[in-house]
C-alpha cells in the first residue's frame, strides 16, 4: 500500500467583513453575547461576484504552489462543499479554473465535516495506487442560506474556503482516522430542501421548491459535539497507535470556542496546543479546518514533522477525525 503525505496547503476568504457590531444592527444581539458565548468577533461574506468556484480556486491555486506541482500533475480534485454554485456539481468548474486538464473532480457533501471525508477519501485512491496527486478542498458559502433574521444562527457562520494537495510518498503520513454518521439526530442541524407542490398537468403535482435556511437546535449540537468529538479523537489514535500526550496541534473544526475548549480539556491537551482563529472567521463549515490549518502553516507555528489531531463534526449528523504528520 502506498504511503500519503500532504505537501502543501492554501486558503482564501471574501474580502467583506462581518463584525459583532454590525450584526447588532441587524438582529438583537451584542458583541458581548457572541464573544463569551463562541468566541467570534468577526466573519467574512460573499458579496457581489464573489462565487464558491473562485474562492475555492484560490485556495487550490495557494495549496498548488505550496506542493510545488503544477494544476496539469493532478489526477484527482475533491471538492467537500455544501454551498455550490451549481447542484449538477461544482467540482468540474474549478477543475475548468485552475485548468487541471487530468483530473477527475467531483463534490463531496458531509457539512462541516467535509473536508476531513474528503481528505479520507482522497487517502483510498491515493492508498490503493490508482492516483498519485490529489487536490481536497473544503468551501462554502454559508451567508447564502443563513437566515438573516434569526439571531440564534446568523451570528455563528462565515464563508471562506481551504485546501491541501495530498500525494503518494514513500512516508506514510496519515496515520489513523475514523469516520461517523448518525442520521437518526438528522433534525438537529439543517439546510433541508422545502418542496412547493405544483400541478403541472390535471391530478399530477411535482415539487419546486428551493433550498432554505439553516435551522439547528444549538443545546443539542453543542452536546453531541463536546462528547462524540473527543471519542472519534481517541479512536484514531487507537488506530494510529499514538497516545494523546503525543500531539503537536489538536485542529478541530472551528464552530464554537467552548466546545474547542470543552473536547480539549477531555482529551487533556493543553490549550496552546489547540488551534483557533474562530474570533476572525467564525463557523466556515467545510473550509474550516484547512482555513485554521493554513493558517498556523504559513506562520510557522506548524513545522514538518508536526503530529496533528484533526476532527470534524457537523450536520447529517457526520463526524470524523485523522491523524496526519504535517
Ligand atoms: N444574541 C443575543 N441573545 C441570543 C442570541 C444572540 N445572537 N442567540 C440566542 N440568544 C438568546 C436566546 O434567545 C436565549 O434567550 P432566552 O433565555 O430568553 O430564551 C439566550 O440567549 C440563551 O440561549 P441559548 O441557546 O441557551 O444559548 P447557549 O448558551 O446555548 O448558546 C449557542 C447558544 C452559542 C448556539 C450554543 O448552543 C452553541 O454553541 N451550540 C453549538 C452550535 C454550533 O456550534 N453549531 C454548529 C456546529 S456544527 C456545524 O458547524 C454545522
Not at 27 to 54: F, M, P, Y
Not at 298 to 325: H, N, Q, V, Y
Amino acid at each position: 500500500h502506498m504511503g500519503i503525505a500532504i505537501t502543501g496547503s492554501g486558503s482564501a476568504t471574501p474580502g467583506a467583513k462581518l463584525t459583532n457590531q454590525g450584526l447588532s444592527e441587524r438582529v438583537e444581539t451584542s458583541d458581548e453575547w457572541i464573544s463569551t458565548r463562541t468566541g467570534i468577533k468577526n466573519r467574512r461574506v460573499a458579496g457581489e461576484g464573489e462565487s464558491l468556484t473562485a474562492i475555492a480556486t484560490q485556495a487550490g491555486l495557494k495549496a498548488i504552489e505550496q506542493a510545488g506541482i503544477s494544476p496539469t500533475d493532478l489526477d484527482l480534485i475533491l471538492l467537500a462543499t455544501s454551498t455550490p454554485d451549481d447542484l449538477f456539481g461544482n467540482a468540474s468548474q474549478i477543475q475548468a479554473a485552475l485548468g487541471a486538464h487530468q483530473a477527475v473532480a467531483f463534490d463531496l457533501t458531509a457539512a462541516c465535516s467535509g473536508f476531513l471525508f474528503a481528505l479520507v477519501t482522497a487517502a483510498q485512491y491515493i492508498r490503493t495506487g490508482t492516483y498519485q496527486k490529489v487536490l481536497v478542498i473544503g468551501a462554502d458559502l454559508l451567508s447564502r442560506w443563513v437566515n438573516w433574521s434569526d439571531r440564534t444562527t446568523c451570528v455563528l457562520f462565515g464563508d471562506g474556503a481551504g485546501a491541501v494537495v495530498m500525494e503518494a510518498n514513500r512516508e506514510d503520513r496519515l496515520l489513523g482516522f475514523e469516520l461517523k454518521s448518525d442520521g437518526t439526530q438528522n433534525h438537529c442541524l439543517q439546510l433541508a430542501y422545502q418542496p412547493k407542490y405544483e400541478e403541472i398537468i390535471p391530478n399530477l403535482s411535482v415539487a419546486q421548491g428551493t433550498y432554505q435556511f439553516i435551522t439547528m437546535n444549538g443545546k443539542e449540537v453543542y452536546r453531541f459535539a463536546v462528547q462524540k468529538v473527543p471519542e472519534v479523537i481517541e479512536k484514531a489514535l487507537f488506530h494510529a497507535q499514538i497516545s494523546s500526550d503525543r500531539v503537536d496541534w489538536l485542529i478541530l473544526h472551528q464552530a464554537n470556542q467552548r466546545i474547542l475548549d470543552a473536547v480539549a480539556k477531555r482529551l487533556n491537551i493543553p490549550p496552546d496546543k489547540v488551534l483557533s482563529n474562530l474570533a476572525n472567521y467564525g463557523n466556515t463549515s467545510a473550509a474550516s479546518i484547512p482555513l485554521v490549518l493554513d493558517e498556523a502553516v504559513r506562520s510557522g507555528k506548524i513545522k514538518p514533522g508536526d503530529l496533528i489531531a484533526a476532527s470534524g463534526f457537523g450536520a447529517g449528523l457526520t463526524w470524523g477525525s485523522a491523524i496526519f504528520r504535517w
